[in-house]
């Protein structure tokens, strides 16, 4: 199996463990070094964070779910190191709201199968909508 392969098996079974709700496990996939960009300038949400910052990002989002976001990729494209995946999102929100966009997103993965970096894109007026209103 080649690098390519294998960088998109990493990428899809990292969506699989996000897909736990995990933190601890979420976090053992990324390299230390690792850089997770969020589309857009929603603060509180949009930018660029460390592997800490990234685990208390998802880790008080996740207190807003009845169950963990579940993303799910529908397409996945790889050359070398760098992995696309085109996904949908759900989770149920413990008011009752759906939050469940399509997304986008670029992974790179390093010789040692961990996630080094990660560009995010996503409907931030949806978050916002869901997430950030008053």
Same mark, same amino acid.
């Given at each position: 199996?080649?690098?390519?392969?294998?960088?998109?098996?990493?990428?899809?079974? %990292?969506?699989?463990?996000?897909?736990?709700?995990?933190?601890?496990?979420?976090?053992?996939?990324?390299?230390?070094?690792?850089?997770?960009?969020?589309?857009?300038?929603?603060?509180?949400?949009?930018?660029?964070?460390?592997?800490?910052?990234?685990?208390?990002?998802?880790?008080?989002?996740?207190?807003?779910?009845?169950?963990?976001?579940?993303?799910?990729?529908?397409?996945?494209?790889?050359?070398?190191?760098?992995?696309?995946?085109?996904?949908?999102?759900?989770?149920?929100?413990?008011?009752?709201?759906?939050?469940?966009?399509?997304?986008?997103? %670029?992974?790179?993965?390093?010789?040692?199968?961990?996630?080094?970096?990660?560009?995010?894109?996503?409907?931030?007026?949806?978050?916002?909508?869901? %997430?950030?209103?008053?």
């Amino acid at each position: 199996m080649s690098s390519t392969d294998e960088n998109k098996k990493t990428v899809a079974r %990292f969506l699989e463990v996000f897909s736990t709700g995990h933190v601890g496990n979420i976090l053992d996939l990324l390299a230390a070094d690792v850089t997770w960009w969020v589309s857009g300038r929603l603060e509180g949400m949009s930018g660029t964070y460390d592997k800490a910052g990234f685990g208390r990002l998802i880790g008080g989002v996740a207190d807003l779910y009845v169950a963990p976001l579940k993303i799910t990729p529908v397409g996945l494209v790889a050359e070398g190191d760098k992995v696309t995946v085109e996904a949908k999102s759900h989770a149920e929100l413990k008011d009752g709201r759906i939050y469940d966009p399509d997304c986008h997103f %670029f992974f790179e993965v390093g010789s040692d199968g961990l996630i080094r970096r990660v560009h995010e894109y996503l409907d931030t007026q949806l978050a916002k909508e869901l %997430f950030f209103a008053n």
